[in-house]
């Protein structure tokens, strides 16, 4: 096994930090999310503001559930009785764009920008 060089540990280092930068800029890019909608199915069940701290059971598909919180802007599944709980790994989500998915549930999260849903045009 050979040793690394200068040039090798230059070129990781640069790597690393290109790396660090693309993550910093993603995680700063989006725009804060202001309401959580709840699909079951594919059908939009309900809608919470996320400044309004909560906890919601969500009757998923084929009698599964999940227990969504709502809490200082942000979602994040606490429970659910899928068998493999990826839904709950995915952690907390704030950002528009963002979703929490429970695909044995049907369950999908959303968090969007604007209270009432996506706009398709702005008229004046």
Known sequence: MRKLNRNDILLITVITAAALLIAVLLLMSGRKGTCAEIYVDGILK???????????????????SNILIIKDGAAYMREASCPDKL???????SRSGQAIVCLPNR???KINDSEGGDYDAITR
């Open 107 to 109: 369950v999908v999260i």
């Open 46 to 64: 309900a809608e919470y503001i996320l400044t309004d701290d909560r906890e919601v059971e969500i009757k998923g598909y084929n009698g599964g």
């Open 87 to 93: 839904c709950i790994h995915q952690g907390k989500i």
